[in-house]
């Protein structure tokens, strides 16, 4: 097990007097689906405090079904959304999810949802765990 703890250690930038994580996420909204809807986004922005990108390439919660990353376009004047297979955060930089851009495409939630638990990877490595309350229309 001490073997372990010091790998995920070493991953979590050097343990040492800098605590702060390697990934972090703020300004979350995750919105509740509308009535009789399957389907809601998420947005937030993440702050990336190390020297190299961080890439994330999966996202998971036990609430919803499925979470995708997803980016909003226009096509031939045509609102149009298609998944983003990689979000990567610039080193020492911040990249936002927002409202006409990209979002989380939050599907098939579990019922009377109220908090949201989110697990952001790179790959199988576990960069970010989130737990927020969902915003309700009108919040
Ligand atoms: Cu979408």
Redesign the pocket.
Known sequence: MRAIALITCLFLSACGDDTRPPLIANEIVIAAPMPGSRIS?GYMSFSNSTDVPISITRVTSPDFGAV?I?E?LLEDGVAK?RRVEKLTVPANSSVSLQRGGK?L?LMRPSDALDMVSLSFYSDHTLLLSVNTPITKAGD
């Open positions: 986004a995708e997803h909003s959304m979002h495409m």
